[in-house]
């Protein structure tokens, strides 16, 4: 087990260029362990009003940096994050509880939305309109929103900052993030990065503080033009009200609950393994996972067969140790959520095939699970379960299911697995979600537009549209 004495951790918050310190501080566990890892400030009004002054000062000098050289310094700092990716990933790893090798995956993955973004074609999306009375007379011109705030969660603390900052900072915004006060030391760590990699002060900042009190400052403020949040859907709600009085611009990546539905026709150990992925990745506790597993009657019985065997393969444990496949839930919260779940399934009828129970009392994991007969009268199959939970419902009718799913509040992410191209595009065309992965359980990637609709909010982050959020649209009429 590495300890936090032999990894520097940063305890300090990133404002304009400067680290800082506050009266007050809040401690930062390991969920695999329970003990204290360090501490971040807690920033009061007064240090969070100087943030949002500072970037927006920073605001009017970046948005007149040339966008190559924007995008230059976007790749030094992607450059740096590579060459110390394993110091990332151990970070990560400490404060957050996934194995060590997707913490590895992550920290790429998240470099990845860096070098991306870091392209200035991405920026070229103005057009001279043909209808004024003399040529070039009609200009649409694209312009940075301005000053942004992120709220970032705790499943994926560098991917979820760097999916955000690096388009916000390539259109020419600058960006105050506040982390998750889970996991702010991967946080911290980029932040440190980005300053080597030479961004000028107030560009990027993170600070740390009451998630409320930061919140409602970053929400009231007139400064603060955009809000981008990936969170849960209660929390998005609330932030989108409070956006309501200054209209800022949002982006909103909220709670998912993807149904995995595996037809008649597919491929049983493909679909396995892709279950495997899509639902037990990061402990279960990632917005695009799998939630409840939807499985044509006539493979029903083959599927949960081989299913239970290869869950019965995973390896719980610390995510330093080598070979573990599923690290702790984040916290107390977390594991008593999926227990109530479990709870209300078993009591409506489910039947356990694997798992059910904490492994070790003293930290929070949790056993990976199957269970059998579910339905959709469980707040397991309505709800999103954050946890290496997968009901196993059975169904027979695709229409019905379809209508069944369209009734959830959630719109995020569908899988499906099925041969026959007809069904594919009957599943991909009438599921109401912003992203399907058809034959695969792992969908993200940094050029493609991510995001959801319905309760699952709006806006996409990555692919071109990742941009788009990040930029305002100007009509210029030019005449003589
Ligand atoms: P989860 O339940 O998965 O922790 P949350 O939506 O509560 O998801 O948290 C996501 C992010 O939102 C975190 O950074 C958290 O600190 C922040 N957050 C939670 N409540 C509020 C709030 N009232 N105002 C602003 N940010 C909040």
């Not at 260029?17 to 362990?33: I, K, M, S």
């Not at 090798?101 to 991405?122: D, V």
């Not at 932030?239 to 611009?249: D, G, N, S, V």
Request: glycine letters at 8%; a negative charge; aromatic letters at 8%.
């Amino acid at each position: 087990m590495f300890k936090n004495d032999v990894i520097e951790l940063r305890q300090q918050a990133f404002v304009n260029g400067q680290w800082l310190d506050a009266d007050a501080v809040e401690e930062v566990v390991n969920p695999a362990t329970g003990e204290c890892l360090g501490t971040v400030p807690q920033l009061n009004s007064a240090q969070v009003e100087a943030c949002i002054a500072a970037a927006e000062q920073a605001y009017y000098l970046w948005r007149e940096v040339p966008v190559r050289e924007r995008c230059g310094l976007l790749l030094a700092w992607y450059e740096l994050i590579m060459a110390e990716r394993e110091r990332l990933a151990r970070i990560l790893t400490l404060e957050q509880g996934k194995p060590l090798a997707e913490a590895l995956g992550e920290i790429t993955y998240a470099a990845s939305y860096i070098q991306w973004f870091a392209q200035p074609s991405l920026l070229d999306g103005g057009a001279t309109l043909p209808y004024g009375e003399t040529p070039l007379s009609m200009l649409v011109v694209k312009e940075p929103v301005g000053v942004c705030a992120a709220i970032t969660p705790w499943n994926f603390p560098a991917a979820m900052i760097t999916r955000k900052v690096a388009p916000a900072l390539a259109a020419g915004c600058t960006m105050i993030v506040k982390p998750a006060p889970d996991t702010p030391f991967t946080a911290l760590a980029l932040a440190e990065l980005a300053q080597r990699a030479g961004l000028p002060a107030g560009v990027l900042n993170v600070i740390t503080g009451d998630a409320q009190q930061v919140g409602a400052q970053l929400t009231a403020s007139k400064q603060v033009r955009k809000l981008s949040f990936t969170g849960s859907t209660a929390v998005g709600r609330l932030l989108m009200a409070q956006c309501a009085p200054t209209l800022k611009r949002l982006s909103l990546e909220l709670g998912g609950n993807a149904p995995f539905i595996v037809c008649a026709d597919a491929d049983i150990e493909a679909a396995v393994d892709g279950a495997i992925a899509a639902k037990f990745r990061n402990a279960g506790q990632t917005c695009v996972c799998a939630n409840a597993l939807f499985i044509a009657d006539e493979v029903y019985q083959p599927f949960a067969e081989r299913l239970v065997e290869k869950v019965q393969q995973l390896r719980l444990g610390s995510g330093d140790q080598t070979d573990v496949t599923i690290g702790p839930l984040i916290n107390r919260a977390a594991l008593h959520k999926v227990e109530k779940l479990l709870l209300d399934a078993l009591t409506k009828g489910a039947k356990l095939l694997c798992g059910g129970k904490r492994w070790q009392s003293d930290a929070n994991w949790f056993l990976p699970t199957v269970l059998a007969d579910a339905s959709f009268a469980m707040e397991c199959v309505q709800e999103e379960i954050f946890g290496p939970v997968a009901p196993l419902v059975r169904f027979t009718d695709e229409t019905q299911l379809i209508q069944q799913l369209r009734q959830q509040e959630a719109g995020l992410a569908a899988y499906v697995y099925s041969q026959d191209l007809k069904r594919i595009q009957r599943f991909a065309r009438e599921l109401e979600v912003g992203m399907v992965g058809v034959n695969t359980g792992l969908i993200s990637d940094a050029a493609v537009p991510f995001g959801g609709v319905k309760a699952s909010g709006m806006g996409r982050e990555g692919g071109r549209q990742g941009i788009e959020e990040y930029l305002e649209t100007k009509y210029i009429k030019l005449s003589n």
